[in-house]
């Protein structure tokens, strides 16, 4: 589904954030990207979504190179992508349904369906009762969740998350994550930034990257095998 071939992204004045990346990730995926802070875990997530552009190389998406995307093609890519962010991102001045429908309302969805997929959204993660609360009212964790339902609106094909548990204490997070893998089991590709390692267990690939390079690529299964001989 997405392709990286030797990747390159390098800010002016800086060394490379991102340094011949050569990755690919299939449709289906529950994929971490882990990596100590500058590892360049959110500028990859920023070039998957085509935030922004490689410096060199190429990422294949659906046939398509971001690396040479024009800004016409901008609309059709933005809508296979639902993101979330550590900050949530969220309006507090339009009611949760409200900010549930905004991607809904920029590809003009008519408004009865829209309406039904907002509460479908709001009640797949455990927020329908408070379609009309400010999220300002809301706590963290109902936050992120609240977060989840607007970018899984819109019924994109890849969820990008940076750090969606990282200012969620250690019960909530895990409340989130079992949230991301009931998504995922919905037919779901999603691409997950964190440094937390005690909520690793739900990936199924882990992707650590260290100084802008691909450290280790492994699946869930082969990690955790190793661990189990380590230990014997």
Avoid at 16 to 25: F, P, V
Avoid at 49 to 62: C, N, R
Avoid at 121 to 140: F, H
Wanted: glycine share 6%; proline share 4%; aromatic share 6%.
């Amino acid at each position: 589904m997405i392709s990286f071939s030797n990747v390159f992204k390098r800010y002016p004045g800086e060394m490379d954030a991102l340094q011949d990346i050569n990755i690919e990730i299939s449709t289906g995926e529950l994929v971490f990207v882990t990596g100590p802070s500058g590892a360049g875990k959110s500028t990859l997530l920023k070039l998957i979504s085509a935030i922004e552009k490689p410096t060199s190389g190429s990422i294949i998406f659906e046939n398509l190179n971001l690396a040479e995307l024009k800004n016409k093609d901008m609309p059709f890519l933005r809508r296979k992508f639902g993101m979330i962010f550590q900050d949530h991102k969220l309006l507090y001045d339009r009611n949760c349904f409200e900010n549930v429908v905004l991607p809904l309302e920029i590809n003009d969805i008519n408004p009865t369906d829209s309406a039904r997929r907002v509460r479908a959204a709001l009640n797949k993660v455990g927020l329908l009762n408070k379609e009309k609360v400010s999220p300002i009212s809301l706590s963290g964790g109902e936050q992120q969740r609240l977060a989840i339902a607007r970018a899984i609106v819109s019924r994109p094909s890849i969820l990008i998350a940076d750090e969606p548990t990282g200012n969620l204490d250690s019960k909530t997070s895990l409340e989130i994550m079992g949230l991301f893998e009931t998504i995922h089991k919905n037919g779901n590709t999603i691409i997950l930034v964190t440094h937390e390692e005690d909520i690793a267990k739900y990936a199924h690939r882990i992707v650590r990257l260290k100084d802008g390079l691909v450290e280790n690529d492994q699946s869930n299964k082969d990690i955790r095998e190793l661990k189990i001989v380590g230990s014997i």
